[in-house]
């Protein structure tokens, strides 16, 4: 195992601060004022520690194809973790969710448990159920809601969609065309659950490609979230801190986080010309789970949840 790397981002002020490498046994608390954030992506059926926090934000990919044993497992999990409130949406993995699309292609994953379809409304119950509600499970697939994280805490939204750039004709795909009137919809909201990333933003695969979408990357300067989350291309797991006051965000990608204690901001010396509360900021996160690339090999890690890709962890001034 490589030795353990210590990485934390910085917004200009403060107001957001990003364990993207940590020892788990060593992660600073929360400050006052605060809420922690810990997120989550493409976690496949899998279970892994998971930091303690506020809120659990899960972007997708809970199965490998979602069969109702896969769903029941990553659901046991998931409700039993600490966090007051856990956010979660599908991906293109998690098949049933994406109704009138699976029953005409549920075949295809006959060797994978799909010999019948699997029944949807015993996987929503997992996923909205009685017990899902107490335990303060929501499952969002293109809806908004609106959360107190904390006693005394500010309000939250976050609006979730399990949308991603077609790729192999799997579940809640989107062609080039269709990107711009389904995008289109997404309200503003202080965060962002979506399965893809934008294109150029911690989205490059093990081919070099970028596979991210334009339309939503074209549509972020409007929408200017405080934290978007996103999972779908393992190999791009990572952390962006963007103040809008520099303008577009440009091509991002993991490799630029090399030293410990990075601040990486795209920001100048002069921080204090960055204005927060004015322009935003917008915290980007791949939290997928799943170690694979350069990256697994930097870290050596073939384990979900592991270094290089442990959950990552943000605070958020309230």
Known sequence: MAEEKSVTLRSPQSRDIVYLEYDPSNLPPPSSGYTRFICVSDTHARQFPVPDG????????LTNTGTIAEFEKTMDWIRSLPHKWKIIIAGNHDLPLHADWYEMNYDRWSTSGHTMPQDRGRILNLLKGKNAQESNVVYLQNELYTFQAREGGRSWSVYGSPWSPEFYNWAFGYTATEGPSLISRFPKSDILLT???????LDRTNRGDFP?????????PRLRPRL???GHIHEAHGAHIHPWSKGNVGNV???QVEADDVQMTEQSDESSEVNEDKDGVTVFVNAANWPMG????????FGFGGPGFRPVVVDMLD
């Open 54 to 61: 506020d809120v659990l934000l899960h972007s997708g990919d």
């Open 294 to 301: 350069q990256r697994r090999r930097e870290y050596q890690n």
């Open 228 to 230: 978007h989350l996103f």
């Open 253 to 255: 990608q993991n490799d």
């Open 195 to 201: 399965h893809g990333p934008p294109r150029n933003i």
């Open 212 to 220: 991210g979408c334009p339309t939503l990357a074209d549509t972020l």
